[in-house]
C-alpha cells in the first residue's frame, strides 16, 4: 500500500471531527417496565430508530422525554466484595458514613454503599485512600418501585435487554424489573 495512501487514512481519523451527543430513551418494556437508555451517538436518527426497534420486537415500546425517569433516583453505587477488606462491617460503615455516604447495606457476598452524585466522588475517594478494592463504582439510576415477570415476562425482558446492550451508540441500560 502507498505511504500517500496510509498517511491520507491516519490524517482523516485524526482529524474526525464527531460529535457524540449523550441522548437518553426512556419506554416500557413488557409487562409495564420501566427502562431508560443512555446512549451516546453522532447519528440521532439512526439511534432513535435502533431503540424503537429493539422496544418494538421486545415487546415494548419507546415513550416519550419524562414518562419512566420519575420513577428513579439518581444515586451513586459502590460495591465492595466482603472478602476483599479485613475491615469488618461496623468498621466499614462508619468509615463510609464519616466520608459522606447516604446509606451502607451488607449484603450475602458483598457491601453496597450508596451516595449523593454530588457526594460520589469524595466518598469514593476516601474509601480508595483505606485501599479498600471496588466490583462496581459508578453512578447509576436506581429504581422506586420494582415490578414482578412471570416466565413469558422474563423472557421478552431479556431479549429486549440484549436487544438494547448489543446496540453500539447504547452506553448504560436501567431498569425497574425485579430480578
Given amino acids: 500500500m502507498p505511504n500517500d495512501t496510509i498517511n491520507n487514512a491516519i490524517k ?7 460529535n457524540y451527543e449523550e441522548i437518553i430513551y426512556e419506554g416500557y418494556g413488557p409487562n409495564g417496565v420501566a427502562v431508560i437508555v443512555e446512549a451516546a451517538t453522532d447519528n440521532k436518527n439512526r439511534t432513535a430508530a435502533d431503540v424503537r426497534h429493539a422496544f418494538d420486537k421486545s415487546g415494548g415500546n419507546l ?5 419512566v425517569s420519575y420513577m428513579f433516583n439518581k444515586k451513586g453505587i459502590m460495591v465492595i466484595e466482603k472478602e476483599s477488606t479485613s475491615m469488618d462491617e461496623e468498621e466499614l460503615m462508619m468509615l463510609a458514613i464519616e466520608a459522606g455516604a447516604e446509606d451502607f447495606q451488607s449484603l450475602e457476598e458483598v457491601y453496597e454503599i450508596t451516595t449523593d452524585p454530588s457526594d460520589f466522588t469524595t466518598v469514593r475517594e476516601k474509601l480508595e485512600a483505606e485501599e479498600l478494592v471496588f466490583l462496581e463504582a459508578e453512578v447509576q439510576m436506581v429504581p422506586t418501585t420494582t415490578v414482578a415477570l412471570d416466565e413469558k415476562g422474563v423472557e421478552k425482558m431479556e431479549r429486549l435487554m440484549e436487544r438494547l446492550e448489543d446496540l453500539d451508540d447504547v452506553s448504560n441500560v436501567y431498569h425497574n424489573w425485579e430480578e
Avoid at 482523516?12 to 464527531?18: H, L, R, V
Fill in 12 to 18: 482523516k481519523a485524526s482529524s474526525s471531527n464527531e
Fill in 63 to 67: 415513550g416519550t422525554s419524562g414518562c
